[in-house]
Structure formats: C-alpha cells, structure tokens
C-alpha cells in the first residue's frame, strides 16, 4: 500500500482528493502555487470535516488525525520525490498538465505512480511527454470528492496493468468504486454527463422549462441525485465549455456543439457557484 500521496492543486477536485487520502490513512503532500493556495485547500478540508462532525458522520479525533495527515509542500520537486504515487488536480488545460508530468516525471522515482484528475482531456497525450508513460493513468474523481464514491480509472494504450492494477487498488483503499474505462473522448461520465448537461441548456435557452423544473424533471423522474443545471453550478460552467468545445472537436459530433445561453454566461462571468451565480443564485461562496 503507498503510504505517500502528493497532490498537485489545492483547488475544489485537489482538496477533495487530499481529504479523501488522508482520511483513508495515507500522508498527503498537498502543493499549489502559493502557501496561500494550500493553506485555503487545507482550510476547505477542515470546513468539510467540521460538516461532517456536525452531521454526525465524523469524530473529532477523525478529524484531528486527517488533518495532521495532509502536509503543506510548496516544493513540488522534493514532494514528489518521496512520493509512492502523484495525483494532478490542476487546471483542465492540456498543455498545462503536458509540462507538469513532463517535470513529475523527472522528478519521481521509476516505480511512482502518476495520475491526472482530467475528466475529458487525453491521457494517452498527457502521458506522452512523461518518461516512463507507462506509469501514467487517469483517476478522475467526482466533486465534493470526499462524499463521491465513483472514481473513473482511465486507461490509455501505452498503460502498463500494473499502473491500472495500482490505481485501481488505490481508489479502493480510498473508500471509492473504480471503473476501468480506455481512453476515449470523454471517458464514460463526461461523455454522458455532457451530453445530459448541454441538452438542459438548450431546454433553458428554448424556454422549454425553467432551470428548477428541468431539474426536478430528472431527480424526481428518473432519480437523478442531482439535476443537470445543478450540478454544471457545481462544476464550474467554464468547466463545462471547455469539456464540451474538447468533445464537439475530438468526436466530430453536433451533440457536443456548446449552446449560446453556455457560451455567453461564461462571457458575463456567471460561472456557477464559484462566482456566486450560474443557472442558481449562490448565496455562500
């Protein structure tokens, strides 16, 4: 079992991913781009645990012993370097997450495990510029991670079965569900998440309903936990543009054509719960 996580980017996926690590027993070396970054991951950490404890579901000394586990690592080379496995959550840019694994892998160790948190982006692509792709796959997890059980286990050509084999076990002693998918345009749940999504905006943008009751009309209907609309919020809906704009290019499909109500609220800024409004007004940030 590793014992050393880091986690590159203390952001929403980042944070969640550090908690749910630390939680499970592992020591986790969380870096960002700034101890300011880190210290607000760590601190969303603990709100999380707080909730926990009020619901309930978490024990003070569960808490306390989490939160000793995650470590702030502002030097990503030396964090990696005594790491038994990596997990990129940074932004959803391939040539950002290309230069990041390209420095990870020089800075690992030959048997460290790397993984990208990407929903949509190709790992087989990101692996490329790593120095042992082989070590390279996809573990998407789910926001707010700590309470999401899947976690997508993405498997490009050049993976080694024994780095799907790690990720999988990993995911599992992280309390998750792994799904083993190959490495196609959007996985299994962008794939289909998206295409769900998108289809709601349109609905909005044809007045077809209103965002609430497109919404209802899936958690009431078919027992969605949560609607569409809602949970582009969640996601960021410039997220969800650069998902759809990577889909629509890669599979050639006007399924996937972003909509002009998505476009234009990324314009105005209304970015979801991250901005404080989308398709729902966000009073707490």
């Known amino acids: 079992m590793p014992e050393t996580i880091t986690v590159v980017g203390a952001g929403t996926m980042g944070h969640g991913i550090a908690h749910s690590a630390a939680a499970a027993g592992f020591r986790v070396l969380l870096h960002d781009v700034s101890a300011e970054h880190i210290q607000?991951?760590?601190?969303?950490?603990?709100?999380?645990?707080?909730?926990?404890?009020?619901?309930?579901k978490v024990t003070p000394e569960?808490?306390?012993?989490?939160?000793?586990?995650?470590?702030?690592?502002?030097?990503?080379?030396?964090?990696?370097?005594?790491?038994d496995v990596v997990i990129e959550a940074v932004f959803e840019a391939l040539a950002v997450k290309r230069d990041l694994f390209a420095c990870l892998s020089r800075s690992t160790r030959p048997e460290t495990l790397l993984a990208t948190n990407t929903s949509a982006l190709p790992v087989g692509?990101?692996?490329?510029?790593?120095?042992?792709?082989?070590?390279?796959?996809?573990?998407?997890?789910f926001n707010p991670v700590h309470l999401m059980t899947l976690v997508e286990i993405v498997r490009s050509e050049v993976a080694s079965p024994d780095a799907v084999a790690r990720a999988v076990d990993l995911g599992r002693r992280m309390g998750k569900e792994p799904i083993v998918v190959?490495?196609?345009?959007g996985f299994a749940?962008?794939?289909?998440?998206?295409?769900?999504?998108?289809?709601?905006?349109?609905?909005?943008?044809?007045?077809?309903?209103?965002?609430?009751?497109?919404?209802?009309?899936?958690?009431?209907?078919?027992?969605?936990?949560?609607?569409?609309?809602?949970?582009?919020?969640?996601?960021g809906l410039d997220v969800r543009l650069a998902i759809a704009?990577?889909?629509?290019?890669?599979?050639?499909?006007?399924?996937?054509?972003?909509?002009?109500?998505?476009?234009?609220?990324?314009?105005?800024?209304?970015?979801?719960?991250?901005?404080?409004?989308?398709?729902?007004?966000?009073?707490?940030?």
């Open 189 to 235: 749940t962008s794939r289909l998440g998206v295409v769900l999504g998108l289809e709601a905006m349109r609905m909005v943008e044809q007045e077809v309903a209103s965002p609430e009751d497109i919404d209802k009309a899936m958690t009431l209907g078919y027992r969605h936990p949560m609607g569409p609309l809602r949970l582009t919020d969640l996601v």
């Open 125 to 141: 692509e990101i692996a490329a510029v790593a120095v042992r792709p082989e070590r390279v796959v996809g573990m998407h997890f």
């Open 40 to 56: 607000r991951g760590i601190d969303a950490v603990r709100k999380n645990l707080e909730q926990g404890i009020a619901k309930g």
């Open 245 to 285: 704009e990577h889909l629509h290019e890669r599979l050639n499909s006007e399924t996937f054509r972003p909509p002009e109500i998505l476009r234009r609220m990324v314009r105005e800024g209304k970015l979801g719960k991250k901005s404080g409004e989308g398709f729902y007004r966000w009073d707490e940030r």
């Open 182 to 185: 190959r490495d196609a345009p």
């Open 62 to 83: 569960e808490r306390d012993a989490t939160l000793a586990r995650i470590e702030p690592s502002p030097d990503l080379g030396a964090a990696a370097a005594q790491s």
